[in-house]
């Protein structure tokens, strides 16, 4: 999945992304992948930027089997097979690129929250005001507020995503729906994945985030919770690993990344659940290095990473808290930056998803050239190696 994402960075370059499936990044790992279209709505944070292609399986793409039905303006399809390892099932795979502009993204993080309201008519304008949707109001979001520069990311990018995408399934019916993201894509793919599950009724959508921000206040985290079934236990702690590993929506974390710590919980933006925590800070993490979260905000993983810092301490007092201090843990913390302020980690930590992300060159970014594919997955929810 990871570097399904990273050629997100290819749209909007000089190289591009092309049909059948080309680019100068990392295309060649798919062969049985088929572009059905891009789409690049600018480059300020508030646009939106991906592509939507249809993976038929290794099984169905054989040189027999090969078809044109997703190319465009005379682009001829390659007769090339999977290798013999790499037998995936058919799915449409949906990529939100992250934003190239790191400033814009700091900025952005910082905005203020506005009403989050959900599209209670999808083929309508999407303005939330049509009451004739029983569907809507049965799943209104009450009291929830959400990132306004992540959602008028997806409402630039929903015009061109929901008629390609419902036209991909109209041609291929029961292939399920794979959304993935990285970065502001991440906040994206979060806010398309309840339009599509909750206003559209599609209940085959699995979504797969990296460094995904905080989209929303606590009322918008317990709705996506409820809407993906991330707390099925009821009692607010998440579900086991075992059952984890099947859930239709992990947000994937890194040690040190700072993005899925911000905003910043003093505005109240909160994280919602389906972490998957990476632990390891260099590339290539081993299995053991992937930690399954419980909750929204597992100690264990980021949410542990922002408690009890500096900084924490230091916000408490401009509110006014009033709590006992553990003086010799905040002195031993004092020279610590906080993981959500290491800026500089844009370039390191926030990439590093098994795979430097964010680059787009033959091989992806020079750290992973000569790497290996890893041999072990995420989740058995698109149950193939190849999609780290």
Not at 275 to 293: G, S, W, Y
């Amino acid at each position: 999945m990871a570097r399904l994402v990273d050629i997100t960075y290819c749209v909007g370059t000089i190289s591009g992304l092309s049909p059948p499936f080309l680019c100068a990044s990392r295309c060649k790992d798919f062969p049985t992948l088929r572009l059905v279209r891009t789409w690049n709505t600018g480059v300020l944070m508030s646009d939106s930027c991906g592509y939507i292609a249809v993976d038929r399986g290794s099984k169905a793409a054989s040189a027999d089997d090969v078809t044109t039905e997703e190319t465009k303006g005379g682009s001829q399809l390659t007769e090339t097979t999977a290798p013999a390892d790499d037998v995936d099932s058919p799915a449409i795979v949906v990529a939100f690129r992250g934003t190239y502009s790191l400033t814009n993204t700091i900025i952005d993080l910082s905005t203020v929250p506005q009403e989050y309201v959900p599209y209670p008519a999808p083929d309508g304008d999407g303005d939330g005001d049509d009451d004739s949707d029983s569907a809507g109001k049965a799943h209104k979001c009450s009291n929830c507020t959400v990132h306004m520069g992540f959602m008028a990311s997806w409402r630039s990018a929903r015009e061109v995503v929901l008629p390609a995408l419902k036209e991909a399934r109209e041609k291929h019916p029961g292939y399920p729906v794979h959304l993935v993201g990285h970065s502001l894509g991440g906040a994206v793919a979060a806010l398309a994945a309840l339009e599509l599950r909750l206003s559209l009724g599609w209940t085959d959508i699995t979504v797969t985030t990296f460094g995904e921000p905080r989209i929303g206040n606590q009322g918008l985290v317990d709705y996506l919770d409820e809407a993906f079934g991330l707390k099925r236990d009821g009692d607010g702690d998440g579900d086991d690993d075992d059952a984890a590993e099947t859930l239709p929506y992990r947000r994937i974390t890194h040690a040190n990344d700072p993005v899925p710590l911000l905003p910043l919980t003093e505005w109240g933006f909160r994280s919602h659940a389906g972490e998957v925590f990476i632990t390891k800070a260099d590339l290539p993490p081993d299995p053991a290095d992937l930690r399954v979260c419980r909750g929204d905000e597992d100690p264990a993983c980021t949410g542990g990473e922002e408690k009890g810092d500096w900084l924490d301490w230091v916000l408490g007092l401009m509110r006014g808290d009033e709590k006992p201090v553990d003086v010799a843990r905040w002195a031993t913390k004092l020279g610590v930056v906080p993981a959500r302020l290491n800026l500089w980690q844009l370039f390191f930590a926030h990439r590093d998803y098994f795979w430097r992300l964010g680059l787009c060159v033959p091989g992806g970014d020079p750290a992973d050239w000569g790497r290996e594919k890893y041999n072990f997955n995420v989740s058995s929810a698109w149950d193939d190696s190849h999609d780290l």
